[in-house]
């Protein structure tokens, strides 16, 4: 029986609640079909038009790990874990060549001609009208992905850290993308097991931050 095939899944409320951000990894692997299970439901998640305008980096080697922990102020999460995810975002994607994404969604039936007719004008029009939020919207897709994939880790058993705690310009170094101006580094995401059990530290009640209609009116539950 695979890996994958034993492990019984966590429901989605259930790996919410379970979740903590993990900062002490063992050193485990995880095997090859998990990861790519992983992989797998992170890119199932959705972006503006479907354009998938993320860059992942699956960052496992050694060396690697240890000059993006580098770039990290040394987080050592990154060493630790088997895996780091670099979810970077592409803030051109919209505008350049959609093909691949017409075709899958035609062939899928999601999309019929006139949609892609309609896309195919539309959504170069409507990334360019971002122009200074671009990066802001790739970045929202991008991490719409890395939520995808530290819920997925956590149904499967794994657990994760989301991390904003890197200086962009270096992290980009490490993955060979300095040369590439416009490409916005979102977050960064170690995956293993835990090497540590981690409380809850808690959250607001709803009268801070949830309101009905407009801000001030606050959510009774
Ligand atoms: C966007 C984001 C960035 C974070 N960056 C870091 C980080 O760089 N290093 C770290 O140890 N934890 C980081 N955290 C984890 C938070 O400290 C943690 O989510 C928060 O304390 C709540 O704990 P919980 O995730 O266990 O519920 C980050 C969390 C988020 C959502």
């Keep these: 029986m695979s890996p994958i095939a034993q492990i019984q899944a966590l429901d989605v ?7 903590r951000s993990i900062k002490t990894f063992k050193s485990d692997p995880i095997a090859p079909e998990l990861l790519k299970q992983l992989v797998e439901l992170t890119v199932a998640a959705p972006s503006s038009f479907n354009i998938q305008d993320w860059q992942i980096i699956l960052v496992q080697d050694e060396a690697q790990k240890a000059a993006l922990a580098a770039a990290s102020w040394n987080q050592q999460q990154i060493v630790q874990a088997p895996v780091t995810f670099v979810f970077a975002a592409n803030p051109n994607a919209g505008e350049q060549d959609l093909t691949p994404i017409f075709e899958q969604a035609l062939q899928t039936g999601a999309w019929n001609d006139k949609t ?12 360019g009208g971002l ?11 991008a991490i719409i992905a890395a939520t995808h994939l530290v819920l997925a880790a956590e149904s499967l058993g794994l657990s994760t850290c989301f991390m ?10 490490v993955i060979g ?9 979102a977050v960064l995401v170690p995956v293993g097991y835990a090497a540590e059990p981690r409380l809850n530290p808690g959250r607001l009640p709803f009268s801070y931050n ?8 606050p959510y009774q539950g």
């Excluded at 892609?116 to 990334?127: E, H, N, R």
């Excluded at 904003?164 to 170094?173: P, T, Y």
């Excluded at 949830?210 to 009116?217: L, T």
Aim: glycine fraction near 6%.
């Design 164 to 173: 904003n705690g890197w200086i962009e310009e270096k992290v980009k170094e």
């Design 210 to 217: 949830v309101s009905v209609d407009r801000i001030g009116n």
């Design 13 to 19: 409320p259930t790996a919410i609640a379970q979740r």
């Design 177 to 185: 993308a300095a040369d590439n101006p416009d490409l916005a580094i």
């Design 116 to 127: 892609v007719d309609y896309f195919k004008s539309a959504i170069p029009q409507f990334q």
């Design 131 to 141: 122009g200074d939020k671009r990066r802001e919207y790739a970045i929202k897709d």
